[in-house]
């Protein structure tokens, strides 16, 4: 991983993130491994969405998320089973774990439109960082040619969960 894409994370998940910058992008294991945590994190985001918001396009937009990734994890786990591929926990998927419980925490502690606003808000920042680690990191960096493809492949998806969400984030303000 790349220290931009490094530093991007940090700034997101404010949990001081930081990669050398020789350090060498990662493996094919450890991009299986971030592939699934950020799903994970976003599926973990929509079920507490599903539940705490009131306003339904914000919970139709959780529930969304939670199909979309789950279809996302289930295609990569399917792959690395193929593959023979552990998911190899490394820094960053780490890191990704542990700040989506912090936003979770931070975001249960809100209600009505404060929530759905901060839910929206994070929504944007994280599919853009998704999207920029998937254009500067994960893909450039999957050596298999299959999981390669399916980066590519699902990145659509991130650039229409991500303009979904600030559609939201304007009708929010």
Same mark, same amino acid.
């Given at each position: ?10 700034? *997101?998940? !404010? ?5 050398? +910058?020789?350090?060498? &992008?990662? #493996?094919?294991?450890?991009? =299986? ?24 396009? *914000?919970? !139709? ?5 939670? +199909?979309?990734?789950? &279809?996302? #994890?289930?295609?990569?786990? =399917? ?95």
């Amino acid at each position: 991983m790349n220290k931009s894409i490094s530093l991007l994370l940090s700034s *997101v998940f !404010a949990l001081g993130l930081s990669v050398p +910058a020789h350090a060498a &992008g990662p #493996n094919d294991a450890q991009i =299986a491994a971030i592939v699934v945590a950020a799903n994970t994190v976003d599926i973990d985001a929509g079920k507490q969405a599903e539940t705490k918001s009131k306003n339904k396009d *914000v919970r !139709a937009f959780a529930k969304r998320m939670v +199909a979309d990734h789950t &279809g996302v #994890n289930q295609q990569a786990t =399917a792959l690395v089973q193929k593959l023979h591929v552990t998911p190899e926990d490394n820094d960053t998927s780490k890191s990704l774990t542990q700040g989506g419980e912090t936003t979770r925490t931070r975001l249960a502690g809100l209600s009505g439109k404060a929530y759905d606003k901060a839910y929206v808000d994070n929504e944007v920042t994280y599919h853009q960082t998704v999207l920029d680690a998937l254009d500067k990191t994960l893909i450039p960096n999957a050596s298999n040619a299959e999981l390669k493809a399916l980066l590519v492949k699902v990145r659509p998806a991130f650039v229409a969960h991500l303009e979904h969400a600030k559609h939201i984030q304007a009708e929010l303000k």
